[in-house]
Each structure stands twice: as structure tokens, then as C-alpha cells.
């Protein structure tokens, strides 16, 4: 029977229209194991499928309190608060009563991280420690499903419980070396991560930085690195590239190795990102156009004519500020797949739980790199984006400290603020916008913003296509992003005559 309810739960997956969540995971896991135990003549296998349930429990609590440990909002005593403020998942009188008395939801967080990170302790053999944590994570199991509609967690999770009994009596134990192996392999993951967390910040501080540094007005220490045109014209200009969400200067560099054949060329990472740090609040865009004003001047001369370079998110933030205050001539911005408000928010209007997806995704990055597991990240993040081993190896330290992605979430919460605030564009030049071939096919939306974009701005601006290219694949591809440069080259040499006009005029 048990076997069989795994059957069809795996067969009617992938035509659910919603996806699955935690229940459907623990389900599908103990009707298999259990299905196994039933079926299988084998001792040996019979203890090995109950005692995966039973490790399978240990390890998904602790890494649950683990997680929670490490996140802000458990440690400011928010993270109850904004569950039950929902609407999705809240319960407005619960919500009241820790409003206002917020030392009962700091002792359910305490608690419910306590009994999660200490819950592995239900293998020692205490019989009594034992009952005493299955009592207790049954009984936040009833809590969540009460107080926060998710009744199919209950059934689901409470069927572990058995197993972990059965596993934890002495007997048992003591006839089955899966304890031992348990308790070494948490020991020896969170032992490597922490290692490896360390070395990392180490090499951080003490490995030659790429570039220079520069420290702004405004207190922020800056990351950039200067290309000069190798081919110096009477119409060279220097190309300021904005980086994406999450990402670093480096994901520029084969752009930057077709474009600085003609042009300048100048990368750079916000504060919060890399070397980059400031004074003001992460991920904060306060001091923004100061910063990179500030960049500018200190690496233009004031007659030599600049352009600005955005992907993603740097698309956004180039195609929302003024500069207006810039000593240097801003000749033309480019727009790389840029991240647009109207048609976020056109797609996902009343949608909260599409944002608090994302956030989600990136609070757990930055807490599962805090406990020190950043290294099971996957080396493509990064390899596929440089082709120097030793930017590689510098991506791969980067990525795996929580710093960057708490820099991210913060700038997040910034652009989802300025979606719900509504943002107009200030810049009124010629613009070059570059669409991914799959952007294109996917967001209708989005190209109608574009060809908004495209509409109001001078001549010779223009939407172009890189077909088959991925949102990121734009700029780390090598052939996508050959031909995204060769675009940028070919519209720089558009804008000239048009220039020349306005001149004359």
C-alpha cells in the first residue's frame, strides 16, 4: 500500500500545477522507505529503510533550527511576528496577542530553534529525553497547523516519529552502527564548512585584490578595475558597466574583452559586494549616484564622453537616475535584460508570495553560507562566467560567504520598495536595449516596457534580440556575449553622427 501511494505520487508530480512543499517531500520519503521495510525479506535491508526515516528526521530538524539561527529576523525576535501578519499564513488573533506582548513570541522562536537544533539528542539513548522531544516537535507540528492553515504537515510529519522512537531505544541502537555514522557525517559536514569558511576569509583579507580601490565623500570604499581601448579613436568613450542582482564585476569581463578593443572600459561592485564596502546601510542605493558619480570623475577626464552599461538590475538603476551633477558628457546608456517595475509589478501585482519567494531564496543563501555550507555550491556559478583560474578561485570564495547575499536580499528589498512606490525614468539619451532570446519568448511584458523605453528615447535607440540566450547567458556565454558586445560597438558608432547633429543644431 505504502509503495504504492509513492507510485502515484510520483507519477501525478509533475502535472501539479502548484508544485509540492515539505509534506509531499516527507510523505513521498516514508511511504517508500516503510514500502521497503514491508516488502523486503532482508534484515539488514529492513533496518536500513527505518533507520533512513529516522535520520531523515534528525537531520531536516537540525538543519531547520540551524538555519533559523543564523537568519535575522529569528534573531530580532521578527520572524513569528511576520508569519502570522500574513495573510497566507497568518492567524490575526495570535498575530495581536505577540504584538503585544512580544516576550511570548521571543520564547516560541527560542524554543522552537532549541527543540529543532537539539532534536539529533533523541539518539543518545535517554528514553526519556527522547519521548520529551517527540512530545515536543509533535506538538509544534499541531501549533503550525492550527495557527497557520498547514494541516498536511501534520500527518506527514508526525509519521517520522515512530521510526525515531524505535531507533532511539537502546536495543536497537546498539545494534546498528547508523547512529555513529549519523552523528560523524553532521559532525564532519559542519566541521568542513566551518573550515572552509575560514580559509575563505582569510584568502578575502589577504589575496591581491583585482583592480583598485577608491574611497568616495561618502565614506564607501569602492572595487574597480579600468580597461583601456586598446585602439585609441577620435570617438572613444568609457563605458561604466553596472552589475546585475548578486553578481560581480567579474561576469563583465568577456563583454569587456570585445568592447575595450574601441573603448574604455570600466567594471566595477557596489558596496556590499566583494571588496566594495560603505558606511551606509547594506545594500542601501542612498548614496547610489553618488558613488558612482564620484567613479566616474576619478577615472574620465572631464571632456572624454561616457557611457553607462547596465544588466538586470544595474539596467534598472542606470535607467531610473539622473546624474544630472556629472562634470563628464553622458553620451548613451545601455540596457542588458534590465529588471523593470512596471512589468514586475504588472506580473505579479497582489502576488506577495512570488517576492517572498525570492526573499526566501536569498535569506537561505545567506544563512546556509553562514553555518559554513557554501562549499557544497555548485563551481559552474562562477566557472562558467571567467576563464581565469585565479578569478575563478576568488569567485568561488565570494560566493561562499553570506556577505554577498546579504548585500543582495538588501537590494531586493530596495527594488520591490521602489516597485510598489513606482519609479519614472530620468534618462533622456539615446538608449541600446538587449533582449535574451528567452526573456523574449517568456516575458511579453517586459518587451512592452522596453518598447516604451525605445519610444521615448533619441535616435538611433533600438531593441535587439540575442537569440537563445539565458537571462545570465547574456553576459557569461561566450558567444552570447561576443554578440551583445558587437551590438554595444555597432550602436556606439550609430550614436556618433547623431551627436554630431545635435552639435550642429
Known amino acids: 500500500m505504502a509503495l504504492s501511494l509513492a507510485a502515484i505520487q510520483l507519477v501525478t508530480a509533475p502535472k501539479s500545477n502548484v508544485g509540492g512543499d515539505g509534506s509531499d517531500q516527507v510523505r513521498f520519503l516514508v511511504n517508500t522507505l516503510i514500502g521497503v521495510h514491508r516488502v523486503a ?30 537568519g535575522s529576523d529569528w534573531r530580532s525576535n521578527q520572524a513569528l511576528l ?30 522552537t530553534i532549541g527543540l529543532e537544533v537539539s532534536y539529533p539528542l533523541a539518539f543518545v539513548g535517554n528514553k526519556s529525553l527522547t519521548n520529551l522531544l517527540v512530545v515536543g516537535v509533535s506538538g509544534m507540528h499541531l501549533s503550525i497547523g492550527y495557527f497557520m492553515g498547514l494541516n498536511r504537515f501534520i500527518p506527514a510529519f508526525l509519521s517520522l516519529q515512530p521510526a525515531v522512537m524505535f531507533c532511539a531505544d537502546r536495543n536497537s541502537r ?81 563583454i569587456v574583452e570585445e568592447v575595450s578593443r574601441e573603448h574604455n572600459c570600466v567594471i566595477y561592485d557596489r558596496p556590499g559586494f566583494g571588496y566594495s564596502m560603505s558606511s551606509a546601510q547594506l545594500g542601501s542605493w542612498q548614496d547610489y549616484e553618488a558613488n558612482l558619480q564620484a567613479l566616474i570623475e576619478a577615472t574620465t577626464p572631464p571632456e572624454q564622453d561616457v557611457v553607462l552599461c547596465g544588466h538586470s538590475l544595474g539596467g534598472h538603476l542606470i535607467d ?82 553570506p556577505a554577498i547575499w546579504r548585500a543582495s536580499r538588501a537590494e531586493w528589498s530596495e527594488y520591490l520598495r ?36 525605445i519610444d521615448s528615447a533619441p535616435g538611433p535607440s533600438r531593441l535587439v534580440t540575442v537569440e537563445g540566450a539565458t537571462h545570465d547567458g547574456l553576459l557569461s556565454t561566450t558567444d552570447h556575449a561576443r554578440n551583445a558586445a558587437d551590438q554595444i560597438v555597432n550602436f556606439l558608432k550609430e550614436v556618433e553622427p547623431q551627436l554630431g547633429k545635435s552639435h550642429e543644431s
Open 41 to 70: 525479506d532482508s534484515e539488514k535491508i529492513r533496518r536500513a529503510a527505518i533507520w533512513a526515516v529516522a535520520l531523515q528526521a534528525g537531520l531536516s530538524y537540525f538543519v531547520s533550527g540551524a538555519t533559523k539561527i543564523s
Open 82 to 111: 511576520g508569519v502570522m501578519r500574513t495573510r497566507a499564513y497568518g492567524h490575526k488573533r495570535m498575530w495581536e496577542m505577540i504584538r503585544k506582548h512580544p516576550q511570548v513570541s521571543r520564547f516560541l522562536e527560542i524554543s
Open 174 to 254: 546498539n545494534e546498528s552502527p547508523l547512529p555513529k555514522m549519523y552523528l560523524a557525517t553532521v559532525a564532519a559536514v559542519l566541521g568542513a564548512g566551518a573550515t572552509v569558511r575560514l580559509c575563505d576569509r582569510h584568502m578575502m583579507k589577504s589575496a591581491p585584490i583585482f583592480g583598485k580601490v577608491l574611497y568616495t565623500a561618502s565614506g564607501a570604499k569602492i572595487n574597480y578595475e579600468h580597461f583601456e581601448a586598446r585602439t585609441v579613436g577620435e570617438h572613444t568613450k568609457t563605458i561604466y558597466f553596472e552589475n546585475g542582482l548578486s553578481a560581480s564585476k567579474e561576469y563583465w569581463l568577456k
Open 320 to 401: 531610473t537616475r539622473g546624474f544630472r551633477t556629472l562634470k563628464q558628457p553622458l553620451r548613451a546608456t545601455i540596457l542588458l535584460d534590465p529588471a523593470s517595475p512596471e512589468a514586475y509589478r504588472e506580473q505579479h501585482e497582489g502576488d506577495e508570495a512570488k517576492d517572498d519567494g525570492f526573499d526566501r531564496s536569498l535569506r537561505s543563501m545567506s544563512s546556509n553560507t553562514y553555518i559554513g555550507l557554501g562549499w557544497m555550491l555548485d563551481p559552474a556559478l562562477w566557472q562558467n562566467a571567467v576563464s581565469s583560474t585565479a578569478r575563478a578561485r576568488y569567485l568561488g570564495r565570494l560566493y561562499r560567504q
Open 418 to 453: 521602489e516597485v510598489r512606490n513606482g519609479v519614472r525614468r530620468k534618462s533622456h539619451y539615446p538608449v541600446l536595449i538587449i533582449v535574451a532570446g528567452q526573456t523574449k519568448q517568456r516575458n511579453s511584458s517586459y518587451l512592452d516596457t522596453y518598447r516604451g523605453i
